[in-house]
């Protein structure tokens, strides 16, 4: 298990170009929720949060499933990652909420929704899968 404070530390440490500023709401037993806070410098044309950010949000909170199950796992991976925008996000924070599918000795696979926040419909859909290095 790790706890809020310990992963938003390894959010920090060890994801700081994808985690920047992203906040931990909560993390436990397969799932968490993470929010990345409204910038500027996420828009793109069209007034859309960019591709990246949103991938890269998906991403940091798919490890923190893994990590709510595992403990810190430094070296747990991502081996693959898909995402599909559903629709336009508005220009505000952004709310992750991702839970595991499945926990294996060498692979954990789950999904990710992302919403804007305040907002009821997501407005992209993630399902990757993390490499776990052995003990």
């Known amino acids: 298990m ?33 929010k990345l806070p409204y910038r500027p410098d996420m828009m793109r044309p069209g007034g859309t949060i960019s591709g990246p950010a949103q991938f890269g949000l998906a991403d940091v909170t798919l490890y923190g499933c893994v990590l709510s199950r595992l403990g810190r796992v ?8 898909t995402i599909n925008f559903l629709r336009r996000p508005a220009p505000a924070a952004l709310v992750a909420e991702g839970r595991l599918l499945k ?15 305040g907002g009821e419909e997501p407005v992209a859909h993630a399902t990757g899968s993390y490499s776990i290095p052995p003990a």
């Open 2 to 34: 790790i706890d809020r404070e310990e992963f938003e530390g390894v959010v920090r440490d060890l994801v700081p170009s994808a985690g920047q500023g992203i906040e931990v709401l909560s993390i436990g037993d397969g799932a968490a929720r993470l």
């Open 74 to 81: 430094d070296l747990a991976v991502t081996t693959s990652m």
């Open 103 to 117: 926990l294996g000795k060498r692979l954990a696979y789950g999904e990710v929704l992302l919403f804007s926040e």
